[in-house]
C-alpha cells in the first residue's frame, strides 16, 4: 500500500446511501433526525484516499454532524435531479455545494452518463458538425475527448467552453432554486494539479462565472490552497500502489484540513451574524434562515470579506 502516517492498510469509505437513491456516498453515514450540515460535490468533497476528507473535519470543528453527499466523478448533474440529494439537503440547517468542474455535464454539444458525469455518451449532431474529422465513438471520457477537440481546431474550441459556462450557471442556478434553506458555495482552487489542456480546477469555471451565480447563494466561499498543503503530497493517503499517480492528483490531507478550517470559520460567522438578527438565545444558522449575500476568500490562511460582487 502507499501510505504515511496513518499506518492503515486498505481505507474504508463508509459508502452508504440516503432514500431511494442509487448513488454512492461517502460515509458513514449520518442520522438527520437531528439539526446538520450538508455538503454536496464531486471527487473532492468525497475525499478518495484520504481517511478524513474536509467534511469530517468539518464536524469535527463546529460540533453537529456533517453529511457528506460527496460522489465519485460527480458533476452537477448528479445532483440537480437526485430527489434523495435535495430531500437530504433542503433539510439541512446549512448546505455546502462545491463548485465542481463544467466539463462533466450534459450540454447542447454532448451527453454525459447521469451518474458518472465523467463518463462521455454521444455527441449532439452539432458538435459533429463542427467537427467532422473526429470518430466521437473513440471516446469513454469527457476529458479526452475535449483535449483532443482542442487540439483538433483550436480556434473553435471557445464555442464548447462558452457553451459549457453557459450550461454550468443554468445547473447550478435549478440547483440552488431546489434547495430551500441557506447555501454556500464552495470554490477551491489548487487542490489539484492543472489539467495540462483544459486548464485549473474547476476547469473552465473563472471567477465571471462564479460572479453570475453567486447571487442565487447566501454566500460563496473560495479558498485557495496553500503551496505548503500542495507541498505534501501523498503524504497521510492511503491507496495501493498500482493508483499512486491518481492519488497524486487529489488532494491530500493537508489541503482537507485547510479547506475544513476556512469552511468552519465562515459556518461561525455565520451564526454569529445569525444570533444578532434574532436574539443572542437563538440557535445558529436554520433552513430558510435570510443571510446577506457575502462573499469570503481564504488563502495560504488569511481570510477577507467583500461583496459577492466585487471582482
Request: net charge positive.
Amino acid at each position: 500500500m502507499g501510505y504515511a502516517d496513518t499506518g492503515l492498510g486498505a481505507l474504508d469509505y463508509g459508502t452508504c446511501r440516503y432514500g431511494a437513491s442509487r448513488l454512492a456516498f461517502r460515509g458513514p453515514r449520518r442520522a438527520l433526525d437531528s439539526p446538520y450540515c450538508a455538503v454536496v460535490g464531486g471527487n473532492e468533497t468525497y475525499g478518495k484516499y484520504v481517511e478524513n476528507p474536509f467534511a469530517a473535519r468539518l464536524e469535527a470543528r463546529i460540533g453537529w454532524p456533517v453529511v457528506n453527499l460527496g460522489c465519485v466523478n460527480a458533476g452537477v448533474d448528479v445532483f440537480v435531479n437526485e430527489a434523495a440529494v435535495l430531500e437530504v439537503a433542503a433539510g439541512a440547517r446549512l448546505s455546502v455545494i462545491q463548485a465542481m468542474g463544467a466539463q462533466n455535464l450534459s450540454n447542447r454539444f454532448y451527453v454525459v452518463h447521469p451518474r458518472r458525469n465523467d463518463r462521455f455518451l454521444r455527441a449532439s449532431a452539432m458538435l459533429k458538425a463542427l467537427f467532422p474529422q473526429v470518430d466521437f465513438t473513440a471516446f469513454s471520457f469527457t476529458g479526452h475527448m475535449l483535449g483532443v477537440l482542442k487540439a483538433e481546431a483550436p480556434a473553435l474550441f471557445p464555442l464548447i467552453e462558452g457553451e459549457l459556462r453557459i450550461a454550468w450557471q443554468s445547473r447550478m442556478r435549478t440547483l440552488a432554486s431546489r434547495i430551500p434553506g441557506p447555501k454556500v458555495l464552495l470554490v477551491v482552487r489548487g487542490a489539484v494539479a492543472d489539467d495540462p489542456v483544459l486548464g485549473p480546477s474547476p476547469v473552465f469555471v473563472t471567477e465571471e462565472v462564479i460572479a453570475g451565480v453567486a447571487p442565487v447563494f447566501d454566500r460563496v466561499l473560495r479558498v485557495t490552497v496553500s503551496a505548503a498543503a500542495r507541498r505534501q503530497g501523498t503524504v497521510g493517503m492511503v491507496f495501493p500502489e498500482s493508483e499512486a499517480q491518481v492519488a497524486a492528483a487529489m488532494p491530500g490531507p493537508a489541503a482537507h484540513e485547510e479547506i475544513a478550517r476556512a469552511l468552519a470559520s465562515l459556518v461561525n460567522d455565520l451564526a454569529v451574524a445569525t444570533r444578532k438578527q434574532k436574539g443572542p438565545h437563538d440557535a445558529g444558522p436554520q433552513a430558510g434562515g435570510g443571510w446577506n449575500n457575502q462573499s469570503f476568500s481564504i488563502s495560504s490562511g488569511t481570510a477577507s470579506k467583500r461583496s459577492a460582487t466585487s471582482p
